[in-house]
């Protein structure tokens, strides 16, 4: 059953809303999971008294028991390597937009360290989302991808190294990037030049 819990710690039902509202059940699930068409048309104006009855009980479906029902999450899983650094933070803001506009909810997290990601990734396995963006993977690989692919998980990566099989890969211009800073240093007539990167990222490699 649909329901939540009031801050009262009432639990308010799908059958409140419909006692509310004057409908049946079936017709709040109607308006609650946006179906419209078939044999039981919603009209406009039941729909919005409906609406009207879910806001004054303050009713919110349980996600749980939607993506239950119809097999969805509606939701997309961002994995980024340091939630608060201004590249992903910018990144996160334009798709939190894009995805409001779509009607999908964005959870982001910080896959800073191993024990992070593979639980992200086993989350992600267990239903978590119908889509995941993943930056900064350093412990998850190719097969991990597939492997997210193969369970029906739209899946985009950030990454130089993985091949897309059937998911989406985002390339970055890091080499060329690395060899402009070097050129540029070396052109100002300095040929002694350290490089400080992250102990797990070895892209340094392809300097």
Not at 77 to 96: E, H, V
Request: with cysteine.
């Amino acid at each position: 059953m649909l329901c939540m819990v009031t801050r009262l710690g009432k639990k308010v039902t799908i059958k409140d809303v419909a006692r509310a509202a004057g409908v049946s059940t079936a017709t709040v699930s109607y308006v609650v999971s946006g179906r419209a068409g078939g044999k039981s048309r919603v009209s406009e104006a039941t729909r919005a008294h409906v609406q009207e009855a879910i806001r004054e009980l303050g009713y919110i479906p349980l996600s749980r028991a939607r993506s239950l029902r119809n097999g969805r999450t509606d939701r997309i899983a961002l994995a980024i390597p340091d939630i608060g650094g201004p590249y992903w933070d910018l990144f996160a803001k334009q798709l939190l937009q894009f995805a409001d506009t779509a009607g999908y909810q964005v959870v982001i997290f910080d896959i800073g360290t191993m024990n992070r990601e593979i639980k992200f990734f086993h989350d992600v396995l267990q239903g978590l989302s119908d889509g995941v963006i993943i930056a900064g993977a350093n412990y998850l690989g190719q097969s991990h991808f597939n492997q997210l692919a193969d369970r029906g998980v739209a899946v985009t990566v950030f990454d130089n190294v993985v091949m897309p099989n059937t998911f989406d890969v985002v390339r970055t211009k890091e080499h060329q990037a690395r060899l402009d800073a070097v050129e540029h240093i070396i052109n100002r007539g300095k040929n002694r030049i350290a490089l400080f990167t992250d102990d797990n990222n070895e892209d340094h490699r392809t300097i």
